[in-house]
């Protein structure tokens, strides 16, 4: 059975930074196909912010609002995806998601993907 745990949340001020982690299980390696990550605000829907292809070159794609804030990288030998988040704002405020699918391609659509993690929450004050 495929899991997906997270870690790496917490509270920071505006400004700050702060690197998620995505581990995986169950027969899936960061190098199986597309992972992505989202994010889900209270009362608002998930919305995809960064993902990244199976391939070797892993191309990646980002929302409007994290490009040149946010970065989204994988450690094959590790096993670990990573959103590397700076300059964060209180608008980032979200629980976070990993997900992954067995296909390849960037798409920040939830429907493109198969299986999800419980989530690490992001709060940013002011």
């Known amino acids: 059975q495929v899991q997906l745990v997270e870690s790496g949340g917490g509270s920071v001020q505006a400004g700050g930074s702060l690197t998620l982690s995505c581990t995986t299980s169950g027969g899936y390696t960061v190098s199986s196909g597309r992972m992505a990550w989202f994010r889900q605000a209270p009362g608002k829907a998930r919305e995809g912010i960064a993902s990244?292809?199976?391939?070797?070159?892993?191309?990646?794609a980002y929302r409007d609002s994290v490009r040149g804030r946010f970065t989204i990288s994988k450690d094959g030998a590790m096993n670990i995806l990573s959103l590397a988040m700076n300059d964060l704002r209180p608008e980032d405020t979200a629980m976070y998601y990993c997900?992954?699918?067995?296909?390849?391609?960037?798409?920040?659509?939830?429907?493109?993907?198969?299986?999800w993690g419980k989530g690490t929450q992001v709060t940013v004050s002011s």
């Open positions: 990244i292809s199976r391939a070797v070159d892993s191309i990646t």
């Open positions: 997900a992954a699918s067995w296909r390849s391609g960037t798409f920040l659509d939830p429907v493109y993907y198969d299986y």
